[in-house]
């Protein structure tokens, strides 16, 4: 399979192939996002992909357990709105030499361990959280919450246990939420 930066440099040919001036109008975000979408879409339709287990990280925590039927992690992003970024699989020799030096900050890798998984360095801070401003119906597409000042444009919410999808921010409504 294509790496995400093949991906975005291909669409970004394709799309200067059809006309040269809609190249600049999309930013190399945008195109991840639009592929990220159609990915998620493909996997909801074709039921191919596992799925997605977004958790809150807590500062000062290094593992968390992963739900009982899980098999497998592909890949693990921290998307919270000051990093986006892919983390690095690191095996457990590499994180017990890294471990010995324990600092916190920003993860940057992790390690699979018995039905966990563990970050490096130990997050400083704990993931945005917030609460519903209101209840939401099996149907919304708009879902407001109290304070959404720590959430990306578009990614991930965990309501209970419910994985929600939203690709649009404005204040503190999420647009174009679907479930994932």
Do not use: C, H
Request: no cysteine; net charge negative; glycine share 4%.
């Amino acid at each position: 399979m294509a790496s995400m930066y093949e991906m975005t440099r291909r669409v970004r040919q394709l799309v200067e192939e059809i006309d040269t001036s809609l190249g600049t109008l999309y930013k190399d975000a945008t195109i991840k996002e639009i592929i990220r979408s159609r990915v998620d879409e493909w996997a909801r339709e074709t039921e191919y992909l596992e799925g997605i287990f977004p958790f809150p990280v807590v500062g000062g925590q290094v593992e968390y357990l992963l739900p009982t039927d899980f098999l497998e992690m592909k890949l693990m992003d921290d998307q919270s709105p000051a990093n986006l970024l892919r983390l690095e699989y690191i095996n457990v020799q590499r994180y017990q030499e890294l471990i010995q030096n324990i600092s916190s900050g920003v993860p940057q890798y992790y390690n699979l361990w018995k039905n966990r998984v563990r970050l490096y360095p130990i997050p400083a801070t704990a993931s945005a959280a917030t609460t519903l401003n209101g209840a939401i119906a099996s149907t919304a597409t708009t879902i407001t919450l109290t304070d959404a000042s720590d959430f990306p444009e578009q990614g991930y919410l965990r309501v209970n246990n419910e994985i929600i999808q939203y690709n649009n921010k404005a204040t503190n409504v999420f647009d174009k939420a679907f479930r994932a």
